[in-house]
């Protein structure tokens, strides 16, 4: 075990410092206030961007715009494309889900530095079963070739999705009191964040394709499956069975568990006055995430600033609501509740966890 594992790998010895992306969202928040127009509705920093539609109605428009990260490596290396396109498309639908809004259409953009037709039809390939079981239409995209800015056989791929949802059905967390209910809905594993730390506490990183495919190939005990395949799963999609709890209008609101990992993301909707208790020892994470531990020996706050850690979406609801949702899908949970707090800036905290 080298030096850097015995004091445990982070996100940041991985290449990927966190707290620069929260000090730049500071710095460009106020310069993109500025730009607003009297249709925005809600302000930076939310799971999407809500605009009121120009002809005056109740309709609002739900927008969101993200990537894949550093999973395409896994993708190239591996030769497995069509789930990187699901990711992308999951991972935006579920974004704008937390608004309240279903999705109408989606674009894409794929950028690499010459252009392979089978990696491009793979990955739309993905994106189209992604849409149609979302009701979303894939309209358009552009593709990019730019030899010198990526590196030969690998691309970026990012996505943006446009949603609708009527403004008296919004949801953003305002109407969220002391004594409702935590509601974890599970992950099927890393979904598309974390995998900077993932390739290096796997032996992931570098230029030999041979070597990582046959290591990604390889049957883990302990997964009860190949590694590629814990790793290359698809990022799980939550809108057909939110979207009911939506419309019954029982949810008060709602946290897509990415980057940043639970505190990170549900804290975006706890309003000042509370804050969010989570047991983290009320559910069993994915097998993934325990070998990812041991293996690098991170630390516990670091896998849970990092991973979602077994939970993929966070609903927020009262009691009599939380009953009714736990009852509708079985795989949820309660992980936790809100109190009242006069603390500003610790609005979730974790508890239970392990040293």
């Given amino acids: 075990m080298n030096e850097r594992q015995a004091s445990g790998f982070t996100y940041q010895q991985a290449g990927v410092d966190n707290t620069s992306g929260a000090r730049a969202k500071e710095r460009i928040g106020q310069l993109i206030r500025q730009t607003y127009t009297d249709g925005v509705l809600g302000d930076f920093g939310h799971f999407g961007g809500m605009f009121r539609s120009p ?21 190239v290396h591996a030769g497995r494309h069509d789930g990187i396109g699901m990711d992308l498309v999951n991972h935006s ?9 279903r999705p109408l259409f989606f674009l894409d953009y794929f950028a690499t530095s010459s252009l392979d ?70 992950s099927n594993g ?31 005990p302990e997964l009860g499956e190949t590694l590629g395949d814990a790793l290359l799963r698809p990022h799980r999609p939550y809108l057909q069975m939110i979207i009911p709890f939506v419309e019954q209008g029982l ?9 940043g990992g639970i505190v990170g993301n549900l804290e975006r909707i706890i309003p000042a ?8 020892r009320s559910w069993e994470p994915p097998a993934i995430f325990t070998l990812l531990q041991q293996r690098g020996n991170v630390p516990v706050d670091e896998m849970f600033n990092v991973f979602n850690m077994g939970i993929g979406f966070i609903a927020v609801a009262d009691e009599s609501a939380s009953k009714q949702i736990i009852a509708g899908e079985p795989d949820a949970t ?13 609005r979730v905290h974790l508890s239970n966890m392990a040293t």
């Fill in 117 to 186: 037709q089978d990696v491009l039809a793979d990955l739309v390939e993905g994106m189209s079963h992604a849409c149609q079981a979302a009701g979303c239409a894939l309209i358009g995209g552009e593709t990019a070739q730019l030899p010198g800015i990526y590196q030969e056989s690998t691309y970026d791929l990012a996505g943006f999705i446009v949603g609708v949802v009527e403004e008296e059905r919004i949801i953003d967390g305002a109407a969220i009191k002391p004594g409702d209910a935590v509601i974890g809905f599970p």
């Fill in 251 to 259: 949810l008060s609101g709602m946290a897509h568990i990415t980057g």
């Fill in 334 to 346: 309660v992980i936790g509740y809100v109190r009242r707090s006069t603390e500003p800036d610790a």
């Fill in 55 to 75: 002809e005056g109605a109740s309709t609002v428009l739900v927008s969101s715009a993200d990537s894949v990260g550093t999973k395409v490596l896994l993708a």
């Fill in 190 to 220: 890393l979904h598309t964040n974390g995998y900077s730390l993932a390739r290096a506490v796997f032996g992931l990183t570098g230029d030999d394709t041979s070597a990582i495919r046959e290591h990604l190939s390889e049957h883990v």
């Fill in 93 to 101: 639908v579920n974004d704008i889900l937390c608004c309240g809004a």
């Fill in 273 to 280: 006055g509370c804050a969010a208790e989570i047991d983290v």
